[in-house]
């Protein structure tokens, strides 16, 4: 297992479906830079689920550049992934695989320990769902991964398939988690979004609005109100919290000051 040095802290991050570890860290330039300066390392694993444009587009009707926009994903990268494929109709017609777990379990061996986790959409979920039972699931130790401090969530949903529920359990996850809502996000409803904050306990779990879609906001307010809240859980890991509504990881192959400014229109 790396050591970590100094005073720097990681942060797990999972990108979306049809995006990649690359793709995810030019989408959040802006918040990694403010961690960056409050002692926080962003790390970007890439899902192993090989994701085929082609066969996508011709299974929902899309062309390349509708894929990217509807998944906030990028029409220009040559290689996308995602950490599991739906096999039926269904939203939850879907197994997640067990190389998806060993990966995972693999890379924050090689990269960890982290302090917190942060996911978009399908990395969101599946982070939500993970963390039900963090060290088992990925069958990591304590000393391998200590109890994760906290979960920022952009767009995630809940696992809703039978073959989760027992994981989910009738006990709320007790870890402090932040919750990010586009309010005109048309892939993942507020309704499906919201199913996976009340799976959070009361008195640790917030929830953030901003006016957009199905994006991560890279927006100056809403950065900084979420480095604040991450910075806070560092020393306060449970404890009342009201919500609020606000309108040497691989790194980007673009300035991070355009891509910030790419992300304020909610595309890339």
């Not at 982290?114 to 699931?137: H, K, R, V």
Request: charged letters at 25%; a negative charge; hydrophobic letters at 35%.
């Amino acid at each position: 297992m790396t050591v970590g040095t100094g005073t720097t802290r990681r942060i797990l991050m999972l990108h979306g479906f049809v995006q990649s570890g690359k793709i995810f860290s030019a989408k959040t330039g802006g918040l990694r830079k403010s961690l960056k300066k409050l002692g926080y390392e962003l790390y970007y694993p890439t899902g192993p689920i090989t994701v085929d444009k082609n066969a996508i587009a011709k299974l929902y009707g899309w062309q390349e550049q509708d894929l990217a926009s509807e998944f906030d994903s990028s029409d220009c990268a040559d290689q996308i992934y995602g950490w599991y494929l739906r096999d039926g109709p269904g939203l939850d017609d879907f197994k997640l695989e067990e190389r998806v777990l060993d990966y995972l379990h693999d890379y924050i061996i090689e990269n960890g320990p982290f302090e917190g986790i942060m996911g978009f959409s399908q990395g969101a979920g599946l982070a939500g769902y993970l963390l039900t039972d963090f060290n088992q699931l990925l069958r990591l130790t304590e000393e391998q991964q200590p109890k994760l401090k906290f979960f920022v969530s952009f767009s995630g949903f809940k696992f809703n398939a039978d073959q989760f529920q027992e994981s989910y359990g009738d006990k709320p996850i007790e870890i402090r988690s932040l919750h990010v809502q586009g309010e005109l996000d048309s892939v993942v409803s507020e309704e499906r979004s919201m199913k996976l904050y009340n799976c959070f306990d009361t008195a640790t779990r917030q929830l953030i609005k901003h006016p957009g879609g199905h994006f991560v906001p890279n927006s100056k307010t809403i950065v900084t109100n979420i480095a604040n809240w991450i910075q806070n859980s560092e020393s306060t890991e449970k404890g009342p919290t009201p919500a609020t509504t606000s309108r040497k990881p691989d790194g980007p192959d673009l300035d991070d000051d355009l891509m910030d400014m790419i992300n304020s229109m909610g595309k890339i």
